[in-house]
């Protein structure tokens, strides 16, 4: 049974600061996503990684996958306010439906 | 395109009382899933579908009927509801695998 972990739960920053948060999972795989939700409010697409090394960035975000270590991680640079939400990652549990197992987030506040 | 539509976007039911859960997408999308996220546990699969007349359960499939008999459309059976049934349910889609989904905007239910 696949299992995915991420820490931390909850995080706690301030405005211009770096942070990374960690997605680990227990099975082999090559297909990981990272969504955000806002609160009370649906989820967001940020992310697809689909190899091992991949790397994508999105402004102040970046996500990076490494398949043999099983972890990805999504690093926050020079946080700003509009960044406080709740982050998913997901990984594809069988290659080719789609099956995703979410962690159980983390929710991030940027304090000003 | 109006994306994935969920209705009702809230409902209350009593215990032992049916409803349908209703989830379209005009995107021409492939797969389909529903998920219930309740606090502290990100989202869990409930069904799933890779196509017209195709699908599987998920993680927590107890209590709860899908079909898929048109690409559009992947409705959501509560067949008795409890009160554990009580979440927040996300329908969403995705064009193929290694896309990643769009979710719908999700339907509170309490069941009391």
């Known amino acids: 049974e696949l299992k995915v972990e991420q820490n931390p739960l909850f995080l706690s920053m301030q405005e211009g600061k770096n942070y990374t948060i960690y997605c680990n999972y227990s099975t082999t795989s090559d297909r990981l996503y990272w969504y955000r939700q806002d609160p009370g409010k649906s989820l967001e697409s940020l992310f697809v990684?689909?190899?091992?090394?991949a790397v994508k960035q999105e402004g102040r975000l970046m996500a990076s996958l490494d398949t043999k270590a099983r972890l990805s991680t999504l690093h926050i640079t020079a946080a700003v306010h509009d960044l406080s939400a709740t982050y998913f990652c997901a990984v594809d549990s069988n290659f080719g439906n789609e099956k995703l197992t979410f962690g159980t987030g983390t929710r991030l506040t940027i304090i000003p | 395109n109006a994306g994935v539509t969920q209705t009702p976007k809230f409902q209350v039911l009593k215990t032992g009382q049916s409803m349908t859960l209703q989830c379209a997408q005009d995107m021409n999308h492939e797969y389909m899933s529903w998920y219930r996220q309740d606090p502290g546990m990100g989202l869990r699969l409930i069904h799933y579908?890779?196509?017209?007349?195709?699908?599987d359960q998920g993680e927590v499939p107890n209590g709860y009927n899908v079909s898929r008999s048109t690409t559009e459309d992947f409705p959501l059976r509560l067949l008795s509801a409890a009160p554990s049934q009580t979440s927040v349910y996300f329908c969403?889609?995705?064009?193929?695998?290694?896309?990643?989904?769009?979710f719908g905007s999700g339907t509170r239910l309490t069941v009391v």
């Open positions: 990684l689909l190899s091992n090394g």
């Open positions: 579908s890779v196509g017209a007349g195709i699908t």
């Open positions: 969403a889609s995705s064009r193929h695998s290694g896309y990643g989904y769009t």
